[in-house]
């Protein structure tokens, strides 16, 4: 009895954690970023992102946040004496986890394609580069149409799903948990390789930043959870509760740092290099009509005019 008490308040506080970092702070900051991407969609730097791809991994990112909630409020509940309560949870998990987390995963490598195949169409294109010449400008109206590769990467994510959710309800935790792993891991290994295989073109609007950025989050928090992972497995050291609290909360702040990286970092940073060009233009004005100037605008004192 002390132990199932033990259990229950154990599952309570993952279930306040959860609560904390999704419902107060990541789901807020998450709103507000994406009114502000929102409001920002006709800008050019926010249509060379695939901002309408942004705004569905957002939503998808939410959804899989309220998810991981609504689990622990299932397993506070699955702590007390209930064979139904319990069965329902692993039902609706093995459906549910594949079906929100693989569509966060492969929303993102849509758009990592995308900005890969923009990036280096446009390269190409400033080389004065011939159809025949170059893939990216023979198959653009094919493999370069958003519609078209979103039709092929819908249907490799419904694979995923599938074959995901039939393996987690009809074979041990173990197998189940490999099994997903590698199927998260061949999409995660693919943003990798069209991160580096982007075109730079001085990289004007951040998007191999961001690229970059969002790539080492995933290997990052896969990288844990693997490691916390195969520390219960071989040494039983961390208790069910526990276990299940600490994979889910690694992934509640993997998907927020997606969508601070996306609605917060880049565009302040791009915001940042808008007003030092606005600046630098106005100097640049200020320096023609008036030559005797330093470069911060101060008056060059070995100028004959310059002197009161």
């Not at 599938?162 to 061949?186: A, E, N, P, Q, W």
């Not at 302040?268 to 030559?291: C, N, V, W």
């Amino acid at each position: 009895e002390n132990e199932l008490q033990e259990l229950q308040n154990t599952a309570w506080g993952w279930e306040a954690t959860h609560i904390f970092v999704v419902l107060l702070i990541t789901i807020p900051l998450t709103i507000v970023g994406a009114l502000r991407f929102w409001r920002l969609r006709s800008k050019i730097v926010i249509k060379k992102r695939s901002a309408y791809i942004v705004l569905l991994t957002t939503f998808m990112i939410v959804i899989e946040l309220i998810r991981r909630v609504w689990l622990f409020s299932y397993i506070v509940l699955a702590t007390y004496p209930n064979e139904l309560c319990f069965d329902c949870l692993f039902i609706a998990e093995s459906i549910l986890y594949p079906f929100c987390s693989h569509a966060v995963v492969y929303c993102i490598l849509w758009r990592f394609f995308v900005l890969y195949y923009k990036s280096n169409w446009t390269a190409a294109m400033l080389e004065h580069k011939h159809r025949d010449e170059n893939w990216f400008v023979r198959f653009k109206s094919t493999v370069g149409n958003v519609k078209v590769n979103g039709k092929l990467f819908g249907c490799v994510y419904v694979c995923s799903f599938l074959c995901s959710m039939f393996v987690i309800r009809y074979s041990d935790v173990t197998l189940g948990f490999f099994v997903d792993f590698g199927l998260v891991l061949v999409p995660v290994l693919a943003m990798l390789f069209l991160w580096k295989n982007t075109a730079e073109l001085h990289d004007l609007f951040l998007v191999r930043y961001e690229m970059k950025l969002i790539a080492w989050v995933t290997m990052v928090a896969l990288t844990l959870e693997m490691c916390v992972f195969c520390t219960q497995l071989f040494t039983a050291l961390i208790p069910a509760v526990h276990f299940v609290g600490i994979i889910s909360i690694i992934g509640c702040i993997q998907f927020a740092c997606y969508n601070f990286i996306s609605l917060h970092l880049v565009i302040h940073k791009l915001e940042q290099k808008a007003i030092l060009k606005f600046h630098l233009s106005q100097l640049g004005k200020a320096r023609k009509h008036h030559p005797h100037t330093h470069r911060d605008g101060s008056p060059n004192s070995s100028d004959p005019d310059s002197s009161p």
